[in-house]
């Protein structure tokens, strides 16, 4: 991917973003994704050396342990996060989910539990989730696909709740029939 490709990805010509303008929640929305391609990659080199040290005598165990690596490998490329028409995007490896800004009553930290820290908390090695309140109900819900360190979720939760009072400020958009009507 292109470093144009990258800015057209997080930009988007999206008038949210040109109106904020904010290289920090770009730079922080561009870090989700970094931690799970980083273990990934660890992962897939630990079982390719694995597979290399032991080919001769247990292939299958060798080959059981980094296929899986490497499947999670390409799979985490796919995790991302960008703000598209007032909506934040969050790509995971398997499903993409979409929140509206004007329905979110605030964005919060959560310890990341999960995969990558075998259903543990994560709180002391310092890795947190964004966690997420909508209007319609009082109940949160964790974004594990937002898994980055706590320092980049933190700035990102404030980022985040900056703009949803934004967007939440800003008055819904005319159409040409009610224009028409005056």
Same mark, same amino acid.
């Given at each position: 991917?292109?470093?144009?490709?990258?800015?057209?990805?997080?930009?988007?010509?999206?008038?949210?973003?040109?109106?904020?303008?904010?290289?920090?929640?770009?730079?922080?929305?561009?870090?989700?994704?970094?931690?799970?391609? &980083?273990?990934? *990659? #660890?992962?897939? @080199? =630990?079982?390719?050396?694995?597979? !290399?040290?032991?080919?001769?005598?247990?292939?299958? /165990?060798?080959?059981?342990?980094? &296929?899986?690596? *490497? #499947?999670?490998? @390409? =799979?985490?490329?796919?995790?991302? !996060?960008?703000?598209?028409?007032?909506?934040?995007? /969050?790509?995971?490896?398997?499903?993409?989910?979409?929140?509206?800004?004007?329905?979110?009553?605030?964005?919060?930290?959560?310890?990341?539990?999960?995969?990558?820290?075998?259903?543990?908390?994560?709180?002391?090695?310092?890795?947190?989730?964004?966690?997420?309140?909508?209007?319609?109900?009082?109940?949160?819900?964790?974004?594990?696909?937002?898994?980055?360190?706590?320092?980049?979720?933190?700035?990102?939760?404030?980022?985040?709740?900056?703009?949803?009072?934004?967007?939440?400020?800003?008055?819904?958009?005319?159409?040409?029939?009610?224009?028409?009507?005056?």
């Amino acid at each position: 991917m292109l470093l144009s490709d990258r800015e057209d990805f997080y930009q988007n010509g999206d008038p949210l973003n040109q109106r904020h303008n904010d290289r920090a929640l770009a730079s922080d929305l561009q870090s989700i994704g970094r931690i799970p391609r &980083l273990l990934s *990659l #660890t992962w897939t @080199i =630990l079982g390719g050396l694995l597979v !290399a040290f032991t080919f001769p005598a247990i292939w299958y /165990v060798s080959f059981a342990i980094f &296929l899986p690596a *490497l #499947t999670s490998l @390409i =799979l985490s490329m796919r995790v991302k !996060a960008r703000i598209d028409d007032g909506t934040l995007v /969050v790509r995971s490896y398997f499903r993409t989910s979409s929140i509206n800004l004007k329905d979110v009553n605030f964005f919060g930290v959560d310890d990341y539990v999960g995969l990558w820290t075998l259903g543990k908390s994560s709180f002391l090695i310092g890795l947190a989730q964004l966690d997420v309140t909508v209007n319609s109900g009082s109940r949160s819900k964790g974004l594990p696909a937002t898994l980055t360190r706590t320092r980049v979720t933190k700035s990102l939760v404030e980022n985040l709740n900056i703009v949803c009072e934004a967007e939440r400020a800003t008055p819904p958009h005319s159409t040409a029939s009610e224009s028409n009507t005056e």
